[in-house]
């Protein structure tokens, strides 16, 4: 078996994101409908075009022939089952119970551990392609911009995941000469060594930086695409990441314009339907696209009539929950008694106290729902925080911070606190305004922060007592998949247990 990033994938085609034209059919049909060779993909700027629907698509549907292994939606649900704020109430049928418990991230032979490095190795490798072979493509090259754009963006998103998960923290102020991921950007399979973290960080900011050169001033088909808003937002949150709080600011509040918060009735509404304004990147999944127990509403939904919803409905950490008046809407998706009247559940669902109602599929029997993967909301937070975290800006984060909070909570003050108190109130708003969006995990590594469920409403018997987890333990940084270091003879080392 091939090294996972050594082996010769073949590209993702699109389905089912456009109307296919009879040439495009003829295109489709020329090799297996979902992948296609080297050579023809980067032929035309619109056979590169096609890739690119692709790899979007490839963000939400099921991989490996595992339902719970959604695309990009289903490592979004690891970053926040991992945390403390997605609680449990019961195993269900078992689905991301194990990451949970957080015995994938120490298990190298784990297949959730795999899916993760496979997939966005897989994106990389086909971002690859396309950077690598544009200059062999025919037609209109503004087009061929476009698709160079959004392959930079795929690449540059992908490390940054890559490196958050199975590298250790990057700490800001230091050399970060930490294992890292291996930097492959060629279309050679010889075995390469891991680089560090500054480095792969390095070539993350060099591809973002390009993407948004690729990208301004074109327009994109959707929000199911990459435009420069969406990548000035890839780089707030690297930027984040790495304490580079002037650009983090700048980079958010340039991501977020154009794109108003929405208002308190449109935030009860289910967060399913991208034509959202306040949406600056989203997936729409079309009937004929739908997955059933492959969607990310299958899991996150209040109301699926599934297996998994009816039995262990997705439930927030009390303790954030009660930090929050009545007055803010965020709460008012929150139903402290778990009965949820508004939404009329069969008797057979199971009901549990402080279970969420953000996510709503748009029928009891149907998973369908659009995944949201960045919002104006995370822009004004991300700007807020670094702003706060830059000697004399406190005033300017307040005022930023105070816009969110206004449109969330009218009968919200204006904050008192300094200092790290006042941090402390954005992030806590952070973690209730992304609830189930898939950052808490992440946001508890980059800010050197243990895992701490003790107090909650987390069940010791789902959990199997995993309630805390030091910011030291090495378990923080997930191991390299087993078939990668057995594959790569030695040059992927392993991370420590």
């Given amino acids: 078996m091939k090294s996972i990033i050594k082996a010769k994938f073949l590209l993702i085609a699109s389905v089912g994101l456009l109307s296919l034209t009879s040439c495009e059919r003829e295109f489709l049909e020329t090799d297996p409908t979902t992948s296609v060779s080297t050579d023809l993909s980067v032929a035309t700027a619109d056979n590169m075009s ?74 990389i490798k086909n971002a690859n392609t396309l950077i690598n072979n544009a200059d062999k493509a025919t037609g209109d090259p503004e087009l061929i911009e476009r698709v160079l754009g959004e392959a930079h963006a795929f690449r540059g998103y992908s490390y940054y995941m890559l490196a958050q998960v199975y590298g250790k923290r990057y700490v800001p102020g230091t050399s970060n000469t930490q294992l890292g991921v291996p930097l492959r950007l060629d279309e050679s399979f010889d075995p390469i060594a891991r680089n560090t973290v500054e480095e792969v960080y390095t070539q993350v900011n060099e591809d973002l930086a390009t993407a948004a050169d690729y990208l301004q001033g074109k327009a994109r088909q959707s929000k199911s695409h990459f435009n420069y808003n969406v990548v000035r937002g890839m780089m707030a949150r690297v930027a984040l990441t790495q304490g580079n709080y002037a650009n983090a600011a700048a980079y958010a509040k340039e991501a977020r314009q154009g794109f108003p918060l929405m208002s308190n009735t449109a935030y009860k509404e289910g967060f399913n339907d991208y034509s959202n304004g306040e949406w600056i990147w989203g997936y729409t999944i079309q009937d004929d696209q739908s997955d059933y127990f492959g969607n990310f509403m299958a899991y996150m939904s209040r109301n699926y009539n599934s297996t998994q919803i ?141 895992l701490d469920r003790t107090g909650t409403n987390s069940v010791d018997a789902v959990t199997l007592n995993k309630n805390v987890v030091p910011a030291s333990d090495p378990s923080w940084t997930w191991l390299i998949p087993q078939t990668e270091i057995n594959n790569s003879k030695g040059l992927v080392t392993q991370n420590e247990l």
């Fill in 50 to 123: 096609y890739v690119i629907n692709g790899m979007h698509r490839n963000m939400y549907v099921r991989q490996n022939s595992s339902q719970g292994q959604n695309g990009a939606t289903g490592v979004n649900i690891y970053m926040d089952v991992m945390g403390e704020d997605l609680v449990f109430p019961s195993t269900g049928n078992g689905w991301f119970v194990s990451m949970l418990r957080w015995q994938d991230a120490v298990n190298p032979n784990s297949s959730n551990l795999y899916y993760v490095y496979d997939f966005y190795y897989r994106m």
């Fill in 310 to 450: 009816r039995s262990a409905p997705k439930v927030v950490n009390n303790q954030l929950f009660n930090a929050f008046p009545a007055t803010d809407v965020r709460t008012q998706v929150i139903d402290a008694t778990g009965l949820h009247a508004s939404l009329k559940l069969p008797s057979n669902y199971s009901k549990f106290p402080y279970t969420s109602q953000k996510f709503l599929s748009i029928d009891n029997n149907i998973s369908l729902g659009d995944v949201v993967f960045m919002r104006a909301a995370e822009m004004y937070l991300i700007e807020a925080e670094a702003l706060a975290k830059i000697p004399g800006k406190e005033a300017e984060s307040k005022a930023v911070f105070a816009l969110l909070e206004l449109n969330r909570n009218p009968a919200y003050t204006p904050s008192a606190s300094t200092g790290a108190a006042y941090v402390k109130e954005i992030l806590d708003s952070r973690r209730l305004e992304l609830w189930g969006e898939g950052f808490r995990w992440l946001d508890l590594k980059r800010l050197g922060l243990p």
